[in-house]
């Protein structure tokens, strides 16, 4: 067993006793961080922060908040964090990255959705996976200025579609974005193919 922030040790194999305790404390904040890593399978610090931290002021006190938030997740086994890390625009340390750990399978499986569960991704599906995640923050974000939203978001598999034909189309990702009455259905591709 390990110690994290919490009030309890936490079991190396996470047994229904501690996903019960687990759920008792999870703010709605946890619970859509959860959703939304199980939604994309990896997401990274950045993007987290993007996503559920913006209401705070900028600097200290949001990587404060966010760091907590995280540490307490990992420490209760919600999240994972991946050993590779990524590394931003012209390398550097990059941002950790996040998958559901076994209390977060749980919980995701609770809440009645379709629980994903990666193995270990390698580096070019990791950079693939985190700009499916980077597509859903982007939209998000821009909804948030310009009066739409993100009603709904599929990364593959669950955004391939029959093509009538016997087959599945393939894309990258399904967005349903929303606007008053409008509604604007995207199948997404997103494209790392690296310049010569």
């Given at each position: 067993?390990t110690?994290?922030p919490?009030d309890r040790p936490?079991?190396?194999?996470?047994?229904?006793?501690?996903?019960?305790w687990?759920?008792?404390?999870?703010s709605?904040?946890?619970r859509?961080?959860?959703?939304?890593?199980?939604?994309?399978?990896?997401?990274?610090?950045t993007?987290l922060s993007?996503?559920?931290f913006?209401?705070?002021?900028?600097?200290?006190?949001?990587t404060?908040?966010?760091?907590?938030?995280?540490?307490?997740?990992?420490?209760?086994?919600?999240?994972c964090?991946?050993e590779?890390?990524?590394?931003g625009?012209g390398?550097?340390s990059?941002?950790?990255c996040?998958a559901l750990?076994s209390?977060g399978q749980?919980?995701a499986e609770?809440a009645?959705?379709?629980v994903r569960?990666?193995g270990?991704?390698?580096?070019r599906?990791?950079?693939h996976?985190?700009?499916?995640?980077?597509?859903?923050?982007?939209?998000?974000?821009?909804g948030r200025?310009?009066?739409?939203?993100?009603a709904a978001?599929?990364?593959?598999?669950g955004?391939?579609?029959?093509?009538?034909l016997?087959?599945?189309?393939?894309?990258?990702a399904?967005?349903?974005l929303a606007c008053?009455?409008?509604?604007?259905?995207?199948?997404?591709e997103?494209?790392?193919?690296?310049?010569?």
């Amino acid at each position: 067993m390990t110690a994290g922030p919490v009030d309890r040790p936490v079991p190396a194999r996470v047994r229904p006793a501690h996903v019960d305790w687990v759920a008792s404390r999870l703010s709605a904040r946890d619970r859509d961080i959860v959703e939304i890593v199980n939604r994309l399978r990896v997401v990274s610090s950045t993007q987290l922060s993007r996503l559920f931290f913006a209401d705070l002021r900028a600097g200290r006190s949001r990587t404060t908040a966010r760091t907590r938030a995280l540490r307490r997740l990992v420490a209760w086994r919600v999240l994972c964090p991946l050993e590779r890390r990524t590394g931003g625009h012209g390398g550097g340390s990059g941002a950790q990255c996040y998958a559901l750990d076994s209390t977060g399978q749980r919980q995701a499986e609770d809440a009645g959705g379709r629980v994903r569960r990666p193995g270990a991704p390698g580096q070019r599906t990791l950079r693939h996976i985190l700009g499916v995640s980077e597509l859903y923050v982007s939209l998000v974000e821009l909804g948030r200025t310009a009066g739409f939203t993100v009603a709904a978001f599929e990364a593959e598999p669950g955004c391939w579609w029959p093509n009538g034909l016997g087959g599945r189309l393939k894309p990258d990702a399904y967005a349903l974005l929303a606007c008053g009455t409008v509604r604007d259905h995207w199948w997404l591709e997103h494209d790392q193919a690296e310049p010569h």
